[in-house]
Nanobody, 123 residues
Framework: QVHLVESGGGSVQPGGSLRLSCTAS????????MGWFRQAPGNEREGVAT????????YIASSVRGRFTISRDNAKNTLYLQMNNLKSEDTAVYFC????????????????WGQGTQVTVSS
């Protein structure tokens, strides 16, 4: 029984920063993979960043590499996405997801999903 809740979204100007949080209620084992995904209007949902089980590997999409950082605080049961130098094309609803299966997270078939938080980047 796991529930994920995202927070930290909002409206910012290009070049600005936001930090998204995804807090899990119910226990998520440290071996679980957790990731961030986003969906812009008219677009397919896409992977943004994934921290794989045990934190041994991290995936960052090329479109955000060098600007976004994924991290996890196991003590707080919280996943973070630090977003710097935001661009208009980053505008989307951002979702977090978790699963014990790395493949499931990578392929957007994770068992647990948050409700999403809106990020809007505009002048």
């Amino acid at each position: 029984q796991v529930h994920l809740v995202e927070s930290g979204g909002g409206s910012v100007q290009p070049g600005g920063s936001l930090r998204l949080s995804c807090t899990a209620s119910g226990y998520i084992d440290t071996t679980y993979s957790m990731g961030w995904f986003r969906q812009a209007p008219g677009n397919e949902r896409e992977g943004v960043a994934t921290l794989y089980g045990g934190g041994r590997r991290t995936y960052i999409a090329s479109s955000v590499r060098g600007r976004f950082t994924i991290s996890r605080d196991n003590a707080k049961n919280t996943l973070y996405l630090q977003m710097n130098n935001l661009k208009s094309e980053d505008t989307a609803v951002y979702f977090c997801a978790a699963d014990s299966d790395e493949w499931a997270v990578s392929n957007m078939r994770a068992k647990y999903w948050g409700q999403g938080t809106q990020v809007t980047v505009s002048s």
